[in-house]
């Protein structure tokens, strides 16, 4: 696991539920002023003009899922494998 990948768990982890496109958004707060936009519309925002950094987001997602380690939800929601969820 590289450094963005535990980065984007540890996210995950803190932050059950969130978004692909949110965790690329907060991992790149330095250089990324927040547009004020949420799930796809973020999502291609950040294909349009942050394409290097969303790849490599939607990598490090993809590791995750592929691991076994965090679970992408029907809207998009990641969460920490085996994590219990609040009603």
């Known amino acids: ?42 999502a291609y925002w950040l294909t349009v003009w942050f394409s290097k950094e969303w790849n490599e987001t939607c990598s490090a997602v993809d590791e995750l899922i592929e691991s076994g380690q965090i679970i992408f939800g029907e809207d998009g929601d990641l969460t920490v494998a085996g994590a219990e969820s609040c009603p």
Do not use: K, S
């Open 1 to 42: 696991m590289n450094d963005l990948t535990q980065d984007v768990f540890d996210m995950i982890n803190r932050n059950p539920g969130i978004d692909a496109p949110l965790i690329c958004l907060e991992l790149n707060e330095d250089n990324i002023v927040d547009p004020n936009l949420r799930g796809p519309q973020l």
